[in-house]
């Protein structure tokens, strides 16, 4: 498949993922503000892979994490019925501390500023 309409998939599967999350209602999900740091899409569509991050810490991620991989089987479900694609991909969720390390880092750069 060429690279454009793989990114245009991609793209769009974060859309929907981004609103499927705010329909959840796993206190897992719900407790803190998970976001989709990346997406990542197979040639042939078969597995998506989606890092997510939360500001609280990797703890809550990976309770966030659990709460979408029990939830996998609904996302999918809302996933196909509003993209029209002949096979959803299988959805993978990694947790990743990618909001604490930006958090961390611009502290740093105030200091560092303040000195």
Do not use: Q, W
């Not at 996998?72 to 993209?83: A, D, P, Q």
Request: charged share 30%; with cysteine.
């Amino acid at each position: 498949m060429s690279g454009h309409k793989i990114e245009r998939i991609t793209e769009d599967i974060k859309r929907e993922l981004t609103a499927i999350f705010r329909e959840l209602k796993d206190p897992r999900v719900t407790s803190t503000l998970v976001s989709i740091v990346r997406v990542e899409v197979t040639n042939d569509l078969s597995y998506c892979k989606i890092y997510v991050s939360t500001i609280d810490g990797i703890e809550k991620t990976n309770k966030a994490v659990l709460g979408l991989k029990s939830a996998n089987g609904y996302i999918k479900h809302e996933l196909g019925s509003r993209l029209k694609l002949r096979h959803i991909p299988e959805l993978i969720f990694v947790a990743t501390d990618f909001i604490e390390y930006g958090l961390d880092l611009s502290k740093k750069i105030d200091d560092l500023k303040g000195r």
